[in-house]
């Protein structure tokens, strides 16, 4: 009699329990061509479940086999391949089951055996991407997917990645376009096929499709294509201005300038505007991942411009992050862990570019660019107490430590500081060169030398701490070593490089431009500077407080709620009257603050006024600042 399935797996897996001693470590990877050529087909049609379906071919031999899914997503710097949607998983060789078994011991590793006979194996299994915000980054809307490949690819073990060749395919709703720096092969209806790649090409070129999608040339007369591939919510927020799309040119035009070469054949930004889908920042060598609302373009003047770095910064990471990246970081394989301690590096320069070239662009006008650093610098005079207990380089482990979970209280426990802090110590490294070389030299030249190559050639290559010294050596010669190591492992701000480059730190009681921008993009009331909190405008909610400040003294704490502000209804503008009025009154600041279901009334003690930081030049100083933000 034929047994149904179920009364047959468990005997199948019974069987083969000696073979697969699960809790054995996974084969080392080597650097060897796999055998055969992997083919993957994920068809992302259902968008009503948001499920991607995934089916797989892998060529094997017989014996002992184990599967990984990608676990250490280089970007994320941290090991957050999401194995836990992913459900259904099926293999079959020759027709017949094939029973597989998690290793106990990494649960990103499945291991089977592949019976005599069996030349191929048959994957399946479901990706069941999040349906709301709170179970991670919505990646399908009715209007637009990403489809990330390290989320519908198993591969085989004790292989490099770069050794295992791979031919993709995607099923896309009907009529929808897509974006990738994958090579098209054919099209048929719907169905994308993509040219064979390598498995950690695959993985490092993700697809965002739409229903509304729109590609811009970026470097129209350029031999090496750049693309601007957009999908929104609706067709009209595609619609970009001749000046804007200029402006994106510029950007292009000013990072080929800055550092000499193009490590890639094509390069292709995936830019989603979206209040459906999640938004990202995150870097691939040939492409990346940007997402923001939907107002981009057509609320130019909007609070989208404080964001318009996020292009700059990872189109920067093609140099810095990709081509060239720390040792600990260009593992073989996504199942090898991460080295971050050079995080500062990656992030923190690359951080320090996308500024210098959001204004060498235009994108930010001057002022506005200085009003972004304002915000940096304030942070770490005045709001990063953390620094006196943890250096900046503990914070490049910060990724695995809390895999950027939120956090109660950020300026005393920090988070991933290696990026604006890292941002800061590059802006004193750019202003030593140029002193060091009578403004002849600058971190530029540093840019052209580090990262050049050979236009196209996205061979990685990785480098040490004492190559980063080397290479600043030879644009002016320093004790660099000891420079950058006092920053990133000493206990203090690292702000030294704003008055080298000829601007100091202020605050006034007017919030600039890029302030007003920021608190209505992100519907808070920024007291950091003052009362030491940020509140909602909406509900009064706190969203932060700054570790021994005023309002961290009084008792008020994260998650709190406003009620009423000197015996008055709380509202944004009632807390900067109260701030601004007992600049000159005898009595403290009253607040009425519920916690949970306690009510209870505050009394802060605070005479200083409104506080929001501004930059202002230093008289009889080389102003190096606005050389470094002025255009190629």
């Known amino acids: 009699m034929v ?45 009503a479940r948001r499920v991607l379906h995934v089916r797989q071919r892998i060529p094997v ?12 997503i280089q970007g994320n710097h941290s090991p957050t391949g999401p194995i836990d949607k992913l459900a259904g998983l099926r293999l079959r060789g020759n027709g017949q089951t094939i029973a597989w078994q998690r290793d106990p011991l990494d649960v990103y590793a499945f291991k089977l055996v592949v019976p005599e006979g069996v030349s191929e194996l048959e994957a399946s299994f479901d990706m069941l991407t999040p349906t709301g915000g709170n179970q991670g980054r919505v990646v399908m809307t009715a209007d637009m997917l990403n489809v990330q490949w390290n989320q519908v690819a198993l591969y085989p073990a004790g292989y490099y990645a770069r050794g295992i060749q791979i031919v993709p395919s995607l099923k896309l709703p009907a009529g929808w376009q897509a974006g990738t720096a994958l090579e098209l092969e054919s099209r048929q209806g719907d169905s994308l096929r993509y040219r064979a790649v390598p498995f950690d090409t695959l993985l490092d070129s993700p697809v965002f499709a739409g229903r509304h999608f729109k590609q811009i040339d970026l470097a129209p007369d350029a031999k090496t294509p750049v693309r601007l591939n957009v999908v929104a919510d609706a067709a009209k927020y595609l619609e970009a201005k001749p000046e804007q799309i200029k402006l994106h040119r510029e950007l292009v035009s000013q990072a080929f300038k800055l550092f000499g070469s193009r490590p890639f054949d094509r390069y292709d930004f995936l830019f989603s505007l979206s209040g459906q889908m999640s938004g990202i920042g995150l870097e691939h060598h040939r492409s990346s991942e940007n997402g923001l609302d939907v107002d981009y373009f057509t609320g130019w003047d909007g609070g989208s411009a404080i964001s318009r770095d996020l292009l700059a910064h990872e189109f920067a990471h093609s140099w810095n992050g990709k081509y060239r990246r720390p040792g600990g970081i260009a593992a073989p394989n996504f199942n090898v862990p991460l080295s971050d301690s050079l995080l500062w590096v990656y992030e923190g320069q690359t951080q320090y570019w ?3 070239l959001t204004a060498r662009s235009g994108l930010w006008k001057p002022e506005l660019a200085r009003e972004a650093l304002a915000q940096v610098a304030a942070r770490y005079s005045h709001d990063r107490p953390g ?28 988070s991933e500081d290696y990026y604006q802090g890292g941002q800061l110590v590059w802006l004193a490294v750019d202003a030593k060169l140029r002193a060091l070389s009578g403004d002849k030299r600058s971190l530029d030249d540093f840019a052209r030398a580090f990262f050049a190559g050979e236009n196209g050639d996205y061979q990685v290559r990785p480098y040490e701490f004492e190559d980063v010294v080397a290479a600043l050596n030879g644009v002016a010669a320093f004790d660099w ?13 690292p702000v030294d490089g704003l008055a080298a480059s000829g601007w100091k730190l202020v605050f006034t009681d007017t919030p600039g431009e890029f302030q007003k921008l920021a608190e209505g993009e992100r519907k808070a009331v ?17 969203v932060s407080v700054r570790w021994d400040g005023p309002a961290f003294d009084a008792g008020i704490a994260p998650g709190n709620s406003v009620l009423a502000v000197n015996g008055y209804a709380s509202s944004g503008e009632r807390l900067k009257d109260a701030v601004t009025a007992a600049k000159d009154s005898q009595h403290p600041i009253e607040l009425l603050i519920k916690n949970g279901d306690a009510i209870k009334t505050v009394r802060i003690d605070y ?10 030049r230093i008289d009889g100083t080389p102003d190096r600042l606005s050389k470094i933000y002025a255009p190629r």
């Open 3 to 47: 047994r149904p399935i179920h009364a047959v797996l468990p005997l199948l897996i019974a069987a083969a329990l000696p073979f697969f001693n699960a809790g054995a470590q996974t084969a080392a990877p080597r650097d060897l061509p796999y055998p055969g050529t992997l083919q993957l087909d994920v068809d992302a049609t259902d968008l």
């Open 61 to 72: 031999q017989p014996g002992a086999l184990t599967l990984l899914f990608p676990q250490w």
């Open 354 to 356: 996308g500024y210098v």
């Open 387 to 414: 620094l006196a207990w943890r250096a900046l380089q503990d914070t490049t482990y910060d990724p695995v430590i809390a895999q950027r979970r939120p956090k109660s209280y950020t300026s005393y426990q920090l």
């Open 481 to 493: 070593a000891a420079f950058l190591r006092e920053r990133v492992d000493g206990n203090a701000p």
């Open 526 to 542: 920024d007291l950091t500077y003052s009362l030491g909190m940020s509140v909602s405008s909406g509900d009064s909610s706190v």
């Open 607 to 616: 005479r200083e006024g409104l506080k929001y930081p501004k930059l202002e």
